[in-house]
């Protein structure tokens, strides 16, 4: 079992990746605590764009378990917009869920991790290569991807590695509007060249990986899992 006795904090963990990802992590013999906005969707019901709500779930874990082995900062919302037509309040929203939530919840976990600990943010294809109408959702993913390095590079002496992951289109309740339209779902596929959207369960078994001892001098990286998404065009011209 690839992680074995470690306590693993995943956000966003009620639905799609990050539920994928809390059981995988449970079957590799984890104790596993999901956050989630949602209530009842996982062990912690909090807001992680919210400090004082992450602060409180954070200690909630660490009186429980003692520590933070593993943080899997996954939670994420998505909007489909270009510059002209994303509302200020909609773009405030989508870096404060998803790139706030990736500093709050490090900056008050890092200090419940020790030598060997794990941090794994949740990026996507989209922070590396552009796309159209995703002017605010692909600029935090980018910048998941900086801040990343940056942590990387911050924790290293103190044996904290921490990576993230660039998935593909996974088919989630995150996408599942898009993926109702046929024709949208055949355009999606095809930019995969592997030739099918990714499922979470792809997704979360690299998370895995990367937590784990596996994947011991490996940090400051972004690991597309992405069925070719990012490799280049794939049209043949
Ligand atoms: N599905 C994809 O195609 C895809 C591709 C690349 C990256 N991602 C990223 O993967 C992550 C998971 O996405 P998913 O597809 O599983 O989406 P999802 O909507 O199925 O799950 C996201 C979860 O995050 C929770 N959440 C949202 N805002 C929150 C908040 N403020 N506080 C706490 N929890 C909150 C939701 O309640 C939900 O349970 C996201 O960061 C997303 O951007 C997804």
């Given at each position: 079992m690839k992680l074995a006795g470690k306590v693993v904090l995943i956000t966003g963990a009620g639905s799609g990746i990050g539920l994928a990802t809390a059981r995988r992590c449970e079957a590799e013999g984890a104790a596993v605590v999901g956050v989630d906005i949602a209530a009842g969707a996982a062990s912690v019901q909090a807001d992680v764009s919210d400090s004082v709500e992450v602060r409180s779930a954070i200690r909630e874990v660490v009186e429980k378990?003692?520590?933070?082995d593993v943080l899997v900062n996954n939670a994420g919302v998505a909007v489909r917009k270009p510059v002209a037509d994303q509302d200020e309040e909609g773009w405030d929203r989508v870096m404060r869920v998803n790139l706030g939530s990736v500093f709050l919840c490090s900056k008050y976990a890092i200090p419940h991790m020790g030598r060997g600990a794990s941090i794994v943010n949740m990026a996507s294809g989209v922070g590396i290569t552009g796309i159209r109408n995703r002017a605010a959702y692909a600029s935090s993913k980018g910048a998941i991807v900086t801040l990343t390095r940056n942590m990387a590079l911050d924790y290293a002496a103190r044996g904290i590695r921490v990576n993230c992951v660039c998935p593909g289109f996974t088919d989630t309740p995150l996408t599942s509007g898009l993926l109702a339209d046929k024709e949208a779902a055949a355009r999606l596929t095809a930019l995969h060249p592997l030739g099918r959207l990714g499922r979470p369960e792809d997704i979360a078994a690299a998370v895995v990986f990367l937590a784990s001892e596996e994947a011991s001098w490996i940090t400051g990286i972004a690991l597309a899992v992405d069925g070719g998404f990012s490799a280049g065009h794939y049209a043949d011209v």
């Open positions: 378990h003692g520590r933070i």
